[in-house]
């Protein structure tokens, strides 16, 4: 779209003579209030004059010098999204899904060596407005800037190289109703003249495995809805399914032996997330259990359990279980009322997980068994490091997971045997030296070695799991327990 | 098809044998035992699997009703068609059709294999004038609108992706000519070819983009279609039926074309003693084993459907097949699992561990060559033992009609009772 430059800019300078209309403050309070991410589109086309109202409305936001460097170029043509999405390595579905990707263009040539950023501030205010002006609009919006390589945006569309990508504004109808995310109170994000930060806060930020029960619980539930998969046959994000993995794998075989060992047991999934254990063990021996419980904290994860199970079969097996108090963990289960228990890769949501551990027993039956997953603190995952050279506010927070704590395999002992656990076996899985012979396999592949790169990838696919003492710089560690 | 280098007797009694073994590892639901695949092992999970060991079992059956007229291989095709059906999601997938991974649903090409090969079993019960079982109809239309096309299908890039969390621009050819089969297959059992189409022309366009045009790896299609460089035999075989299919019905050079490029691709491959290298690279030296015996069975399969077979094929590769069948009547899965071109006294445990799924391809194989030579009652199955190395360690391996076990001197590496769906032991990951 062209329009007369000259035309704007006397439009700009001319001191408007309409009258002054009072400030809809809370229309656009309001507004803003409902602005939600929308990552589920339908297919109607916006028109292009939509398109170019946004535009027109981000183009009003301040530059550095009313410089408007910006360029914004409207992706429709199926053709230029795969092309876009190949050279950019962008993996949300929603990039497929939108009618419209509007990729956000700005020369900052002109203000690199501006310390507060402006061109990339710039940009930023555009992007926020565009998303308000669609919201304003009837159309749903998110802002995609987990790309990759942006730079294969500007190649799809053939843009110059002055020009930065700074990801892509996907607009179309909305087809979701996603939750209100929560959001910090004023008071722990406003300070007057003199810079304060809450206690409570910066805890929260910089340990987030300090947070309340509450907050766990929260976080979990908005982020099964935002990142959930399998809901009506949409993925959100292209993450690998987990249910596939070897450790994944493993755990299902162990569980599954447990499970074997009894006669129609009742299993108890803790923390269940989205349910990948429990339909695991639904799909594998759904008929051997008498009870599947998926226990989690929030009655949002227990509605995504039910709909994601009704949607792929009857399990009139499967029971989901919510936390009963907002900052205590209890399970709604007698004591003894189970037989099998998993908790997979949870434990490192609490700085002390005794209470979770205890009322684990709890409800475990006298010689019943669980198999609890735990991150292992002494293997040296590389993104926590990366995290604290780049000083990362969210050191050690995955974000796929929620709060993330690693313990030492003594911390774990010791938790184990103060709730009343004996430990039956330990095994580790991914240990450290997998990861130096797959560098070594890299190796030999450079040299042309291949028949000896292979030997070494099997040699690693095989060595997965293990109980010797490298158990004890593995990714993570296995613990078969047993209520004696 | 008759074998001229093997005596009619000799593939009629490995038939029986085979069948009496497969029998063994039946229980409800369909049939059990560990996994050993291309990508890894399953050998917690030994429960029932819907991936593609229905499939060889099916067109198996199938193919003995038609030269025997026994009906009892319309009851194990009815008796099939019924489990699968009992094990299909809402969603169209099926429980552990993963195979190697399972158990996970979903599993590709595993389950268009299985649903191709139920279309063509539900084919020969009506021709024997037999009612299809309660469910069969309403599990085909589920895969096909729930699974194939509300789920799997890419509407930016016209075919079918190869799972849920597929990375958007992937899909695997193999699974697409399974795909292909279904949809066809479906098409003439509905009369719904029409609204069908655009779904087949674009998955048909699909595969023919992704075979190689020149090059080492010439004719020959990938795992995936954004792999340049390597193709496995067997898996791009699997897409010979479906270009043969495309032939006939649209009469159309550019398939014939592609058929004879992939046969020409195959031919290539092959390994001097038999069966098919594991990967062919295009830049580098082939990653010749594990041979798999099932895959080499397989490959004579699809070369058969696709009406390429030779008598010098069969001579070349069926010899290979046959020399790994065991005492108890089912076959070795492969030749060095470990990776080692030196033969050893002690093979891999992998290579000696006989899975149903790749079975089944020598038990279609062998009733197609099997040209009316009665094939001997089914007894029971042979006991079995055989020395072997696990993860470097000297171990031994039994089975027998109940149980298989790995087990060295101090460790006991996996132990099964046949029919159950965990292991007692498992240590191998």
């Known amino acids: 779209m062209t329009r007369g430059t000259n035309a704007m800019n006397d439009q700009a300078i001319k001191k408007t003579d309409a009258p002054e209309q009072p400030l809809a403050g809370d229309a656009f309070l309001a507004l803003l209030e409902r602005r939600r991410s929308t990552r589920m589109f339908r297919e109607q086309p916006v028109p292009p004059e939509m398109i170019e109202r946004l535009v027109r409305a981000a183009t009003l936001m301040p530059t550095s010098c009313n410089r408007q460097l910006w360029h914004f170029v409207a992706i429709t043509d199926p053709a230029v999204k795969v092309k876009a999405s190949r050279l950019s390595d962008a993996q949300q579905s929603y990039f497929y899904d939108a009618p419209v990707l509007l990729a956000v263009f700005y020369d900052t040539s002109l203000e690199t060596r501006n310390p507060c950023s402006t061109a990339q501030v710039t940009v930023g205010i555009t992007i926020g407005t565009l998303l308000l002006a669609a919201e304003a609009m009837g159309l749903g919006a998110i802002y995609l800037g987990g790309i990759r390589k942006p730079d294969g945006i500007r190649k799809a569309v053939g843009a110059p190289t002055h020009l930065k990508n700074f990801g892509l504004v996907c607009i179309g109808y909305r087809d979701d109703d996603p939750p209100a995310p929560n959001r910090r109170p004023v008071e722990h994000v406003l300070s007057y003249n003199r810079f304060t930060l809450p206690h409570e806060r910066y805890h929260a930020d910089i340990r987030p495995h300090l947070w309340k029960l509450s907050q766990v619980a929260d976080f979990r539930d908005k982020l099964l809805w935002y990142k959930g998969v399998h809901i009506d046959a949409k993925t959100l994000h292209v993450d690998s399914d987990v249910r596939s993995s070897p450790k994944f794998q493993f755990m299902t075989g162990r569980l599954g032996v447990m499970i074997g060992a009894c006669t129609r047991p009742r299993v108890l999934d803790v923390l269940s997330f989205n349910g990948d254990v429990t339909f695991q063990l639904l799909n594998a021996c759904g008929g051997q259990v008498e009870k599947l419980y998926a226990y989690d904290l929030t009655p949002g994860i227990a509605r995504y359990i039910v709909e994601r199970f009704r949607r792929l079969g009857p399990a009139e097996v499967v029971e989901p279980l919510v936390n009963v108090e907002p900052e205590t963990v209890q399970i709604p289960l007698p004591d003894g009322h189970v037989q099998v228990l998993s908790c997979y890769e949870r434990l490192e949501h609490f700085e002390d997980p005794g209470p979770l551990l205890r009322e684990m027993r709890r409800v475990l039956a006298p010689g019943g068994r669980a198999l609890v997953v735990v991150s292992n603190r002494f293997y040296p995952h590389m993104y926590r490091y990366r995290r604290m050279r780049k000083k990362d506010y969210a050191l050690g927070r995955n974000w796929n997971r929620g709060p993330e704590r690693k313990y030492e395999p003594g911390q774990l002992a010791r938790q184990f045997r103060e709730a009343g656990f004996r430990v039956t076996a330990v095994t580790g899985l991914q240990p450290l030296h997998l990861k130096l012979v797959a560098a070594a396999e890299g190796f030999l592949r450079r040299l042309g070695w291949h028949g000896l790169a292979d030997r070494a990838a099997d040699w690693r696919l095989q060595r997965y799991a293990t109980t010797s003492l490298w158990r004890y710089v593995s990714s993570s560690l296995a613990y078969e327990l047993i209520k004696d | ?429």
């Open chain 2, 1 to 429: 098809m008759n074998s001229s280098k093997i005596e009619p007797e000799i593939l009629a009694t490995a038939l029986g044998r085979l069948d009496a073994w497969l029998e063994t590892m039946r229980a409800a639901g369909g049939y059990y035992g560990p996994a050993v695949g291309f990508r890894g092992v399953s050998m917690a999970y030994c429960g029932p699997g819907h991936d593609w060991r229905w499939e060889g079992l099916l067109d198996g059956w199938a193919e003995r009703h038609a030269r025997t007229g026994e009906p009892l291989f319309l009851a194990r095709m009815e008796q099939a068609l019924r489990d699968l059906a009992a094990a299909q999601l809402l969603n169209g997938a099926f429980r552990n059709s993963s195979f190697e991974n399972n158990p996970v649903e979903g599993g590709m090409p595993h389950e268009p294999a299985v649903m191709a090969a139920a279309i063509r079993a539900c084919n020969s019960l009506t021709r024997a004038g037999r009612r299809l079982p309660e469910g069969t109809t309403a599990m085909l239309e589920r895969f096909v609108e729930e699974r194939l096309i509300r789920e799997l299908w890419n509407k930016l890039l016209k075919t079918f992706n190869n799972w849920l969390q597929s990375d958007f621009e992937t899909y695997a050819p193999p699974a697409v000519a399974s795909i292909l089969e279904v949809l066809l297959g479906y098409a003439e059992l509905t009369g719904d070819g029409a609204r069908l189409e655009p779904y087949v022309r674009g998955a048909a366009d699909s595969l023919l983009a992704s075979q190689f045009a020149s090059g080492p790896l010439a004719g020959g299609l990938p795992v995936s279609n954004r792999d340049g460089a390597s193709a496995s035999p067997y898996l791009a075989a699997r897409c010979l039926p479906a270009l043969a299919w495309l032939q006939r019905r649209t009469g159309e050079t550019r398939w014939t074309a592609a058929t004879d490029a992939l046969v020409g691709f195959l031919g290539r491959s092959a390994t001097a003693k038999g069966g098919f290298p594991f990967l062919i690279h295009a830049r580098r030296p082939a990653a010749v084993l594990p041979v798999f015996t099932g895959a080499a069975a397989g490959t004579l399969v699809a070369l058969h459907r696709a009406g390429r077979l030779t008598e010098e094929l069969v001579a070349a590769h069926l010899p290979f097949v046959l020399a790994r069948q065991t005492a108890s009547g089912a076959f070795e899965t492969a030749v060095g699992g470990n990776r080692r071109s030196r033969v050893s006294r002690r093979p891999d445990w992998r290579d000696v561990v006989p899975v149903v799924g790749w079975a089944d391809k020598i038990y279609h194989l062998l009733a197609i060559l099997n040209a009316g030579t009665p094939v001997p009652a089914a007894g029971a199955a042979g006991a079995v033992q055989h020395e072997v190395k696990v993860l470097g360690v000297d171990a031994v391996f039994c089975e027998d009609d109940h149980s298989m076990r790995l087990a060295g001197r101090t460790r006991t590496w996996f132990e099964w009772r046949k029919g159950t769906v965990w292991p007692s032991a498992c240590e191998l990951s």
